[in-house]
């Protein structure tokens, strides 16, 4: 296997291509299907940021509970906390405790 190759699988490794799309991106790097390379490319980078915002939409809840414990205030269950945002924003009901 060619040093450029063995690059190029690595780089789809850690860029968390699974093994079958990897191999498609082989094909189309030795076929040179640049349309089909980048429509693969694009997919995978697409996923990742999902991933991603997701990931920092966690980190926002965590700091937000983080802040809350450290001044004192109680957060679980109140209407104010990120994760009941999400439900106010549907126009779901939420309990508050009397």
Not at 57 to 81: F, K, Q, T
Request: net charge negative.
């Amino acid at each position: 296997m060619k040093p450029e190759q063995e690059s190029l699988e690595r780089c789809l490794r850690d860029c968390g291509f699974d093994e079958k799309v990897s191999l498609q991106c082989m094909k189309c790097v030795r076929n040179e299907c640049k349309a089909d390379l980048l429509c693969l490319l694009n997919r995978q980078r697409k996923k990742l940021m999902d991933q991603l915002h997701a990931a920092q939409r966690n980190v926002d809840i965590l700091d937000y509970m983080i802040r809350a414990v450290e001044s004192g205030e109680a957060w679980m269950g109140e209407e104010s906390s990120p994760a009941s945002d999400d439900s106010a924003a549907k126009g779901e009901e939420t309990q508050t405790e009397v």
